[in-house]
């Protein structure tokens, strides 16, 4: 690691990409995705302007915000007896970062970024195809993707710092989130929640 300081980002965001696989509540995933990107925007301010660090931040946030209104106010997934489920996504999460700490320097040296941002990307976007692979409720799917967006825009961010394609990958992020609203408010119209 070459900046003992991103202990504390990639901290948070390890956690939150953890607390999104394990907890099937929607209350927990989106405080999660919160503290994701607020973890990406401490990261990745490091590697292009805080402009546009604070754009991928700002739109994070819309998007978990639309998703948080789209959502019901109940549970729609009840927790019990699922202890050995958690463990085994935690477990597999564990390998996932142990491969991205094993790949990460010869990422950062192949495409010239620091070795804790192609650490990060990996465990992102590896726990986000785990979030797709282990989970089948289409909330915990469109988490699932905005998890594996989020790890290509940290490895994305720190190699081009264009304007217009920052643009386009926060208005994806957005389409992202709106198509996912929509999809959750036809579920809860066809009695499913």
């Not at 085994?88 to 010869?106: E, N, P, Y």
């Not at 920052?166 to 959750?184: E, P, R, V």
Request: net charge positive; hydrophobic share 60%.
């Amino acid at each position: 690691m070459t900046s003992w300081w991103n202990l504390f980002p990639l901290t948070m965001i390890l956690i939150a990409t953890l607390a999104l696989l394990i907890f099937d509540e929607w209350r927990r995933n989106i405080v999660a995705m919160a503290v994701l990107y607020l973890g990406i925007f401490i990261l990745i301010v490091q590697v292009m302007p805080l402009t546009l660090a604070a754009v991928k931040l700002i739109t994070g946030w819309m998007t978990t915000l639309i998703l948080a209104l789209s959502l019901p106010k109940k549970e729609l997934i009840r927790q019990t007896g699922m202890t050995a489920n958690r463990i085994f996504r935690a477990f597999s999460f564990g390998l996932i970062c142990v491969i991205a700490f094993l790949v990460s320097k010869t990422i950062g040296t192949a495409l010239q970024i620091k070795p804790e941002i192609a650490f990060a990307a990996i465990a992102v976007f590896g726990g986000g195809l785990l979030n797709l692979g282990m989970k089948f409720h289409p909330f915990s799917i469109i988490f699932g993707i905005l998890i594996v967006f989020a790890g290509f825009e940290i490895l994305y961010a720190s190699i081009e710092t264009s304007v217009l394609i920052n643009g386009i990958l926060s208005a994806i992020n957005l389409l992202i989130g709106l198509i996912g609203a929509f999809f959750a408010e036809s579920y809860q119209q066809e009695g499913h929640s």
